[in-house]
């Protein structure tokens, strides 16, 4: 199956195929290593022809590769086809000079045609575990535009700072619905603005997990959906309001596909970085800050500095909503000013990022429902949470935290408004964000769903709850949800 992405070096579209996430010259590279190996095996008459129009394709293959950049998944394609190489060019040179041709024996040859075959076929097995990441088509009747923001609270002191002057900083990144694009319009990075960027965080989100680096290489190539600066959408109607918080050390961009298909159907999705906890926040002059939260390996110390940072998350999205009045009101400038619908506003968040949603909300009123991605709820469960809320789940199994669910009922218990708890089958903790398409397709990291439906899944049972809770769409909300999973209703005052 083929399909199309941006090539992130040039911005024109290439082409890939989705099943071994190859390029095409990847695919063409692939193709003649393995008829490279393949030609020592065939009829006299077709070995040479084979053979020779094997080595016209990898260096034609090569040459391209060479300018736009070799991935470390083609290496051992590369590697095999070089042992490969001499073997198969040696008896047209001998011919060629007029010297008997010779061949060895095919047990002697059998062993070393099946190691190059099985060099060459871990690049595409790599090239499945760790891709470029595809995103997905948005669904709603609107493009998509993005953009990024960066504002500072004059009257919060930075907390991870001893600087007394230094105040809380924010940069923000917008998804919003815009006007369709003109063809080959070239399409947003995946983690940053620039490459450079790209790579600064992905690297950096590599190191927190304990990963080299190299093996996420595809990640920071990646071109998303949406289009920097697009015009917004035409009319005169407002969009409701999601703003979003990224799991711990998690970054601004680590929920794109949500945010764009979100999005698409007229929402405008505002996600945060949290300097100094996000893995790495690249600000505006180019510094770098990177994370100075970790576990300390204590689970009671640890608890209380969640509880901290917490806080520090959600006085960020309280403030973030208040830059975004103001610039719907026009103090700060901007494209979106009079389009945004401040009246109708949701808060989200992905793991410790869903935690900071509910502190906000029980803080600010001004949010008026709370979406809760597999977030353990760190921080006080009082005062009640007066909006309507929905708490997204991974499959719970005997390796699931056993404070969890028990915290979640307690935080959602306490609430004025009906809460919705909606368990995914076969999701695990980053199924809930954008890891499904560019990890290794391991159950008990990204879960069992796929690369297609996972996104699918957690955005469209997003959806189906902003609609009914921001825009009072007509329906059944339960019934809605309950087609994605196990739900738990809990109505008002129940259990109190």
């Known amino acids: 199956m083929w399909s199309r992405v941006p090539r992130p070096e040039d911005g024109r579209v290439t082409e890939i195929i989705a099943g071994l996430y190859l390029s095409p010259p990847e695919f063409l590279a692939l193709l003649g290593a393995v008829a490279l190996v393949v030609a020592r095996w065939l009829p006299p008459a077709a070995r040479s022809r084979v053979t020779i129009a094997a080595v016209a394709v990898l260096v034609a293959s090569v040459i391209v590769l060479g300018v736009v950049g070799v991935r470390w998944q083609l290496l051992p394609v590369l590697a095999g086809a070089a042992v490969a190489l001499p073997f198969a060019l040696a008896p047209l040179l001998r011919r060629r000079a007029g010297r008997p041709s010779w061949r060895a024996r095919w047990w002697l040859a059998l062993p070393g045609s099946v190691a190059c075959v099985a060099l060459i076929a871990t690049g595409p097995v790599a090239a499945w575990a760790f891709p470029v990441p595809v995103f997905p088509e948005p669904s709603g009747r609107f493009a998509v535009g993005t953009q990024v923001v960066q504002w500072t609270d004059p009257r919060r002191p930075e907390s991870f700072t001893a600087d007394p002057h230094d105040r809380r900083?924010?940069?923000?990144?917008?998804?919003?619905?815009?006007?369709?694009?003109?063809?080959?319009?070239r399409r947003a990075q995946y983690l940053g603005r620039t490459q450079d960027e790209a790579r600064t965080v992905s690297d950096a989100l590599a190191r927190q997990v304990g990963l080299p680096g190299f093996l996420v290489d595809g990640v920071p190539r990646a071109r998303t959906r949406s289009v920097f600066d697009a015009p917004v959408a035409g009319g005169r109607g407002r969009f409701p309001l999601v703003l979003f918080s990224p799991g711990s050390g998690g970054v601004r961009t680590q929920n794109t596909a949500w945010a764009e298909e979100l999005a698409s159907h007229g929402y405008v999705v505002a996600a945060l970085d949290h300097p100094y906890d996000s893995a790495a926040v690249v600000l505006a002059d180019g510094r770098t800050i990177r994370t100075r939260t970790a576990s300390t390996g204590d689970r009671d110390k640890d608890d209380r500095l969640a509880v901290d940072w917490t806080a520090v998350r959600a006085a960020d999205l309280g403030f973030v909503l208040t830059q975004l009045d103001r610039?719907?009101?026009?103090?700060?400038?901007?494209?979106?000013?009079?389009?945004?619908?401040t009246g109708r506003v949701a808060v989200a968040g992905h793991s410790m990022g869903g935690a900071a949603a509910l502190q906000a909300a029980r803080r600010d009123r001004r949010f008026d429902a709370v979406v809760d991605l597999d977030g353990y709820p760190h921080g006080p469960a009082s005062p009640a949470l007066h909006q309507p809320t929905l708490a997204l789940t991974q499959a719970v199994t005997s390796a699931t935290d056993p404070h969890y669910i028990p915290r979640l009922t307690e935080a959602?218990?306490?609430?004025?408004?009906?809460?919705?708890?909606?368990?995914?089958?076969g999701a695990a903790h980053l199924t809930f964000m954008d890891g499904p398409l560019y990890l290794p397709p391991v159950p008990s990291v990204v879960g069992s769903l796929g690369r297609t439906e996972s996104p699918h899944v957690v955005a469209a049972a997003t959806l189906a709850f902003l609609d009914a809770t921001l825009r009072h769409a007509p329906g059944d909300l339960a019934g809605a949800l309950s087609a994605y999973g196990d739900l738990t209703v809990r109505s008002p005052g129940a259990g109190r």
């Open 169 to 185: 900083t924010v940069v923000v990144q917008l998804w919003y619905p815009a006007r369709k694009s003109p063809a080959g319009a």
């Open 327 to 341: 610039l719907d009101h026009g103090e700060i400038t901007g494209p979106l000013t009079g389009r945004l619908d």
């Open 412 to 425: 959602l218990g306490h609430s004025t408004a009906t809460s919705y708890r909606l368990t995914l089958p």
